[in-house]
């Protein structure tokens, strides 16, 4: 790579966008002494002083919904690192403090060339956690692959057997990544290879075995975790998942670098998921009919992308004996896709008298929908059928009430049969605070993995988004069930329609250490 398409990176997880934060965490500041284009700590207007007693802050490197990244060096030692740190405002957010330290633990237990290694463990001066990770420089398999094209499977190959490697070790000890992809495999130069991978984010990641509780507290059943090209058919329907999940997801990843296309792809998020669970992958020759790879290695794709967890490879072992096997002639059989399609709806659709009716013509689309989590609003999407019609094209904008009455219909046919809470998870282009429009209360903020929760109920409640320098966002939500949707919330220039965001909740009382009472 040439030096100006080189990005340095030393974040993990920065969904959102990467622009570098305007400044240092709360409590640091420029110093001076810290030379040219770096920083010192500095608390409370004394001297400057060292993150952890031992780290320069030197400049920020990037922000995303949750953290932001700072270049640091290690003063005894000299050497360069990047830490990650909570953004200030989720400090009081039990939740994300949870998941944050969550992230640092499973990633710190992986110890392999091909994962980031995160070395240490602290608070800021103001209380945010903070973790320690090697500093890379390279780019993502998805910045490769959007400026060079599809790639050659001898190269393809290279890679996949280094992400075999690392997820293996990481699904030893019983840490499923649960959102591979190509922006979250890192290619560096290292060990004299100029294509080394580096797997970061491990953000969304799920404990398996004794350490279960912890992750399970935080992700609940019926909530799709992950992105959603990448995900599997049980992932996309909010199913326990295993290991396996991401080995259909090195089956996605291989088959866009050998392409340059995805496998499955919709109008909508929603439709995204169903092609996961209910459409057979396309043969290479129909995402890219020019491209040419040896034979065998689509029947690896395809074993991989099978939708049943039992028919794909059974480990990440496995999936790599595969790939070197085709080096010496051996080659997997070509399976056929155990992909049932979608199942045929009874027309007319309606949402109508009778339960029972209704409960049957909607049995193939309720999993799915209750496992997504989807609330039809607005410009997300609206799905609203009349007896014997079909949707007409002016229909495609509908009005507040018509975006009501699909919002509870949908509501009724996604419910979960749980008495609790229901969980919302809201996803917009910019973050933005969940307020209640009637108290002015702030209900949470969108983009947090977590999302925010409603008591249960059947009758719509009003919901407002408010973001500086956006216009607010007003719409209706029926908590009947789970729900996820996103919204683009839009710029306005007018300074006056500018909002103050709510003071965020108090401080988290207390901060786990992730390394164990062992470590600092």
């Known amino acids: 790579m040439s030096d100006s398409r080189k990005t340095k990176i030393g974040y993990e997880g920065m969904r959102g966008g990467t622009e570098p934060p305007a400044s240092l965490p709360p409590g640091f500041e420029p110093s001076a002494e810290a030379g040219e284009g770096s920083h010192a700590g500095k608390k409370d207007g004394h001297d400057p002083d060292l993150l952890g007693g031992c780290y320069q802050l030197l400049r920020p490197l990037g922000a995303g919904g949750m953290s932001e990244v700072y270049l640091a060096r290690h003063e005894r030692i000299g050497k360069q690192v990047a830490i990650k740190v909570l953004a200030d405002k989720h400090r009081g957010k039990a939740v994300l403090v949870e998941r944050f330290l969550l992230e ?77 992809k190509p922006d979250n495999c890192i290619r560096v130069s290292a060990e004299g290879d100029p294509d080394f991978i580096k797997i970061i984010d491990f953000g969304v990641a799920k404990l398996l075995g004794e350490q279960a509780t912890e992750s399970g507290r935080l992700t609940k059943t019926g909530i799709v975790v992950g992105t959603p090209e990448y995900v599997a058919p049980e992932q996309a329907q909010g199913q326990e998942v295993d290991h396996r999940v991401d080995i259909y997801a090195l089956g996605v990843l291989m088959t866009e670098l050998l392409t340059g296309k995805l496998p499955f ?87 109508a008298d009778q339960a029972a009716k209704k409960a049957a013509r909607w049995r193939w689309i309720g999993p799915l929908l209750a496992g997504v989590g989807l609330l039809a609003l607005g410009a997300s999407l609206t799905l609203v059928w009349r007896a014997g019609d079909e949707p007409k094209a002016d229909q495609a904008q509908a009005s507040p009430p018509r975006e009501e009455a699909a919002a509870t219909e949908l509501g009724s046919v996604a419910a979960s049969p749980q008495l609790g809470p229901v969980s919302v998870i809201i996803e917009t282009n910019v973050e933005a605070e969940i307020i209640d429009p009637e108290t002015g209360a702030s209900l949470g903020w969108t983009n947090a993995p977590e999302g925010f929760e409603l008591a249960r109920g059947k009758q719509p409640i009003p919901l407002r988004l408010v973001a500086e320098g956006y216009a607010d966002y007003d719409f209706q939500l029926v908590p009947s069930g789970d729900r996820r949707f996103r919204h683009e919330l839009e710029r306005v220039d007018d300074e006056a329609s500018k909002r103050q965001r709510k003071p965020r909740i108090k401080e988290h009382e207390q901060l786990k250490n992730p390394f164990g009472a062992g470590r600092p």
């Open 104 to 180: 640092a633990r499973a990633t710190a237990q992986v110890d392999h060339p091909n994962v980031i290694d995160i070395s240490d463990f602290g608070e800021t001066p103001q209380g945010a956690p903070y973790f320690v990770m090697e500093y890379l420089e390279g780019e993502s398999l998805g910045e490769t692959l959007r400026r060079e094209g599809p790639l050659p499977w001898p190269r393809v190959a290279h890679f996949l057997l280094q992400i075999a490697e690392g997820l293996a070790a990481a699904h030893d000890l019983g840490v499923v990544h649960r959102d591979l």
């Open 265 to 351: 792809t919709g109008e909508s998020y929603v439709e995204v998921l169903m092609a996961q669970s209910y459409d057979p992958a396309p043969r290479f020759a129909e995402l890219a009919p020019s491209v040419e790879v040896p034979d065998g290695v689509e029947a690896i794709a395809r074993k991989a992308l099978q939708k049943q967890p039992d028919h794909r490879f059974e480990s990440m072992a496995a999936f790599a004996e595969a790939i070197v096997g085709l080096g010496v002639g051996r080659r997997l059989r070509t399976m056929d896709d155990d992909a049932a399609g979608r199942p045929e709806v009874v027309s007319p659709m309606r949402f």
